[in-house]
C-alpha cells in the first residue's frame, strides 16, 4: 500500500471521529479548530469547479395564503416556489404570491383588471426579521378591506417561509390609508392565517374617527416599525414596537413616533442610542401637500442637535435615513421629509454607506436611503488558536451573498473587534478578487480561489485549518449547505503545504456548534 493511500485510509478513519469542538465563551460563541483530517474520504472530482458565481437555486413547496372563494378567511395553497440560497427566500416569496392565479378553492390577490406589481426595482425590503413589500401604484384600485386582506396575505405567507415577524405595506412607496380622510394607519402587520377577514378588518375599521369627530381627539394604538442608526455611520435597521399615539392626525403620528425613537431600541444591536428628538423639536411638525399628490413633513430642530450628532459620533446621513423611513414606513401618503435644523434646511449630505445625497428644495424621499437599509451576518474570526461567531453589519440584500460572506472574513476586523482579540482566519493580503466563484451542487458548496490565495495559504502552513473551517462554517451555518469542497485556479489540491488535506469534501457539523450568540 502507497503512503499516498495508507494516508487516504487514515484521512476516512478519523473523519468519523473528528469534529468541531464548541464551547460558549462570555457570550460568544467558540469553534475549536478541528484536526486536519476532518474531511470525507478522498472523492473524484465530479463536480467542476465555479468561474464567477454560480447556480444555488432550488425548489420548495411553500404554502401560499390566498383569500378563499367566499373572501371570509385566508386558504394555504402549497406551490413549488424557486428559491436561491444566496438571497432571502421573501423576494421570490412575495412574486408567487403577487402572481397566484385563482383556482376552485381559493382567489388571486389582484381583482378584475388590477394585478399587482412590486414597486421600483427593490419591492421587497428585509431587516431584522421585518418586511416591507412596496407595491405599485395600480394597488390603489382596490378597496380598503381586500387591500389589508392582502397585507394578511403577505404576512401569513411571509411568516411560514421565514423569519419574518411583521409585515409594512407601502403603495409607490407610501404608506396605506384605510379611510377616507387618509389618516388611519395599519402599522406593522403579523401573520394571523386563523382569524376571519372580517373580523380582522372590523377591528382596523373601528380605529376610525368617527364622523363628525377631530382626528386629533382619537386616541390609536398600532405597531409601528422603527429605524434606528447604527453606530459607526453603517446606516439603519428596524425593530417594531406597539404605540399608542393622542391623536391621527399626520402631526400627532409624527409626534409620537419621535418619542418612540427618543427612547432608543429596545433589542437592537449594533444600534446608537438616541437624542430627546421631541424636547429638540422647535415647533410642532408641519404636514403640506406635495404637488404630485401626497405630503410632506417638515421637522425643525434646534441647532444643537448638530452638537449633539457631533460630540456622539451619529452620522447625519443615518439619522435622516432613519427619520425618513419611520415616517414614510408608518403615517399614510407621506412622500418625504423636510429637516431644518436651527435655520439651516438640510440639502445635501455625505456618506460613506450611501455616497453623496441631495435633496431638492430639502425634499427627501424614501428612496434617496435604500442603500442605508442593513443587516446582521454571523462571520467566524480567529480568536487565538480557536473561531468565534462574530456579528458584522452588511447591505442589507447581501446578507445571504457568499461573497460578501467571504469578504467579510478577508476584511481586517475593526478596532472594537481587534480589542476583544479577534483577528482574521484568513491570510492577510487577500481581497475580494481573490475570490473566483462560489457556486453549489445538491448539499455541497464549491468554493473556487485564487493562485494567491493558494500562495499566502502556503506561507502560512500554521493557518491552514483555521482559514479553511472558518470559510466552511461561515457559509455552510449561514447558506444552509452541509458540507463543502475548495478548488484552486480551478483545481482540487491535496495538501498545501502543511497537513491539511484538501482534496476532500468539508462537513458542518451543526449539533456541535453552539447558537447561543453574544
Not at 50 to 68: C, E
Amino acid at each position: 500500500m502507497t503512503r499516498a493511500l495508507i494516508r487516504r485510509v487514515l484521512c476516512a478513519a478519523l473523519a468519523a471521529v473528528v469534529g468541531f469542538l464548541c464551547a460558549s465563551c462570555s457570550g460568544t460563541t467558540v469553534v475549536d479548530t478541528p484536526s486536519a483530517s476532518a474531511t470525507l474520504p478522498p472523492a473524484s472530482p465530479r463536480y467542476a469547479a465555479p468561474a464567477g458565481d454560480g447556480d444555488m437555486t432550488y425548489v420548495a413547496s411553500l404554502p401560499l395564503y390566498l383569500p378563499s372563494r367566499d373572501g371570509k378567511r385566508l386558504i394555504a395553497r402549497l406551490a413549488d416556489v424557486p428559491l436561491d440560497r444566496s438571497e432571502p427566500a421573501a423576494r421570490a416569496v412575495v412574486q408567487a404570491l403577487l402572481t397566484a392565479p385563482a383556482d376552485d378553492n381559493v382567489l388571486s390577490l389582484g381583482r378584475g383588471e388590477v394585478s399587482l406589481q412590486g414597486y421600483s426595482s427593490q419591492p421587497v425590503e428585509l431587516s431584522a426579521g421585518v418586511c416591507t413589500v412596496n407595491l405599485g401604484s395600480q394597488a390603489l384600485a382596490l378597496d380598503y378591506s381586500h387591500l389589508y386582506a392582502v397585507a394578511h396575505a403577505l404576512a401569513s405567507t411571509l411568516a411560514s417561509a421565514g423569519d419574518i415577524r411583521a409585515v409594512n405595506l407601502l403603495v409607490a412607496d407610501q404608506a396605506v390609508s384605510y379611510d377616507v380622510a387618509g389618516n388611519l394607519p395599519s402599522g406593522s402587520v403579523s401573520a394571523r392565517p386563523g382569524d376571519e377577514l372580517a373580523a380582522i378588518w372590523e377591528a382596523l375599521a373601528a380605529r376610525r374617527t368617527p364622523l363628525g369627530q377631530d382626528p386629533a381627539s382619537v386616541p390609536l394604538s398600532a405597531t409601528a416599525t422603527l429605524y434606528f442608526p447604527l453606530e459607526g455611520g453603517q446606516g439603519f435597521m428596524p425593530e417594531t414596537r406597539n404605540l399608542t399615539f393622542s391623536g391621527q392626525t399626520p402631526q400627532q403620528l409624527a409626534t409620537g413616533l419621535l418619542a418612540a425613537l427618543s427612547a432608543g431600541p429596545q433589542y437592537l444591536t449594533h444600534a446608537m442610542d438616541m437624542p430627546a428628538l421631541t424636547e429638540l423639536l422647535t415647533r410642532e411638525p408641519e404636514v403640506s401637500e406635495l404637488p404630485e399628490g401626497g405630503r410632506l413633513i417638515t421637522l425643525v430642530f434646534d441647532e444643537s442637535l448638530e452638537t449633539w450628532m457631533s460630540e456622539v459620533g451619529m452620522e447625519p446621513s443615518c439619522l435622516c435615513g432613519a427619520l425618513v423611513w419611520t415616517l414614510t414606513t408608518f403615517i399614510p401618503s407621506v412622500g418625504g421629509v423636510r429637516l431644518i435644523i436651527g435655520s439651516t434646511m438640510t440639502t445635501r449630505l455625505q456618506s460613506e454607506v450611501m455616497g453623496t445625497l441631495n435633496f431638492d428644495s430639502g425634499l427627501m424621499r424614501r428612496r434617496h436611503f435604500r442603500e442605508g437599509l442593513k443587516e446582521l451576518m454571523t462571520v467566524y474570526l480567529r480568536s487565538g488558536s480557536r473561531l468565534s461567531a462574530v456579528t458584522r453589519v452588511v447591505d442589507a440584500p447581501d446578507a445571504l451573498n457568499p461573497r460578501t460572506m467571504l469578504s467579510e472574513l478577508i476584511r481586517t476586523p475593526g478596532a472594537q473587534e481587534l480589542s476583544q482579540g479577534f483577528a482574521s482566519p484568513l491570510p492577510e493580503g487577500l481581497d475580494e478578487t481573490d475570490i473566483l466563484g462560489v457556486g453549489a451542487e445538491e448539499e455541497t458548496l464549491l468554493i473556487n480561489l485564487s493562485p494567491r490565495f493558494e500562495t499566502l495559504l502556503r506561507r502560512n502552513p500554521a493557518i491552514e485549518q483555521t482559514a479553511c473551517y472558518a470559510m466552511v462554517v461561515t457559509l455552510c451555518e449561514n447558506l444552509g449547505y452541509s458540507r463543502a469542497r475548495f478548488y484552486f485556479s480551478g483545481q482540487q489540491r491535496e495538501t498545501l503545504g502543511g497537513d491539511m488535506y484538501w482534496a476532500g469534501e468539508f462537513l458542518l457539523n451543526r449539533a456541535l456548534i453552539d447558537d447561543n450568540r453574544g
